[in-house]
C-alpha cells in the first residue's frame, strides 16, 4: 500500500533492525538466534520500503514485492536469502524443528552487511 515517504518510520525500523541485530548476537537459544536475525533483514529491509513509502503488513508479501525491483536496492540473492531465512524463523517459531545451523551461520554473516547497506540506502536517499 503506497503510503507518504518518511524518514521517522524509516529510522524507527533501522533502529528495530539493530536491536535484532544486538539480541541475534546475544542470546544462546539457537531457535532466538533465527528469530532476530531474521527480523533484523526484514526491518532492514522495511526501513527502504518505509523511506520510499512502502507499507505493506504482511511478510511473505512483503518478501514478494522485493521482487520487483531487482538492481534498485533488493538483490534476487538477498530476496532468496530472506524468504529462507522467513521459514527458518517460522519452523523454529512455532514448530519443533530441526536445528537450523547453515542458517545460523549465513544469518551471522549476513545480517550485518544487510544493515549496512540498508542504513546507507535510507540515510542516502
Same mark, same amino acid.
Given at each position: 500500500?503506497? =503510503? *507518504?515517504?518518511?524518514?521517522?518510520?524509516?529510522? /524507527?525500523?533501522?533502529?528495530? /533492525?539493530?536491536?535484532?541485530?544486538?539480541?541475534?548476537? !546475544? %542470546? /544462546?537459544?539457537?531457535?532466538?538466534?533465527?528469530?532476530?536475525?531474521?527480523?533484523?533483514?526484514?526491518? !532492514?529491509?522495511?526501513? =527502504?520500503?518505509?523511506?520510499?513509502?512502502?507499507? !505493506? *503488513?504482511?511478510?511473505?508479501?512483503?518478501?514478494?514485492? $522485493?521482487?520487483?525491483?531487482?538492481?534498485?536496492?533488493?538483490?534476487?540473492?538477498?530476496?532468496?536469502? $530472506?524468504?529462507?531465512?522467513?521459514?527458518?524463523?517460522?519452523?523454529?517459531?512455532?514448530? %519443533? /524443528?530441526? $536445528?537450523?545451523?547453515?542458517? $545460523?551461520?549465513?544469518?551471522?554473516?549476513? =545480517?550485518?552487511?544487510?544493515? =549496512?547497506?540498508?542504513?546507507?540506502? %535510507?540515510?542516502?536517499?
Amino acid at each position: 500500500m503506497p =503510503v *507518504e515517504p518518511n524518514d521517522t518510520p524509516a529510522g /524507527a525500523y533501522l533502529k528495530k /533492525a539493530e536491536d535484532a541485530t544486538d539480541t541475534m548476537h !546475544s %542470546v /544462546a537459544s539457537n531457535d532466538w538466534k533465527i528469530s532476530t536475525g531474521y527480523y533484523s533483514l526484514y526491518f !532492514s529491509l522495511y526501513a =527502504v520500503l518505509m523511506k520510499i513509502g512502502i507499507k !505493506s *503488513e504482511n511478510h511473505t508479501c512483503t518478501i514478494a514485492l $522485493l521482487q520487483h525491483f531487482p538492481g534498485n536496492f533488493f538483490t534476487p540473492d538477498e530476496c532468496e536469502m $530472506l524468504e529462507k531465512a522467513r521459514q527458518a524463523r517460522t519452523e523454529t517459531q512455532y514448530y %519443533v /524443528a530441526t $536445528l537450523q545451523m547453515p542458517m $545460523l551461520g549465513t544469518l551471522a554473516r549476513q =545480517v550485518p552487511h544487510f544493515l =549496512v547497506k540498508y542504513r546507507e540506502i %535510507v540515510e542516502k536517499r
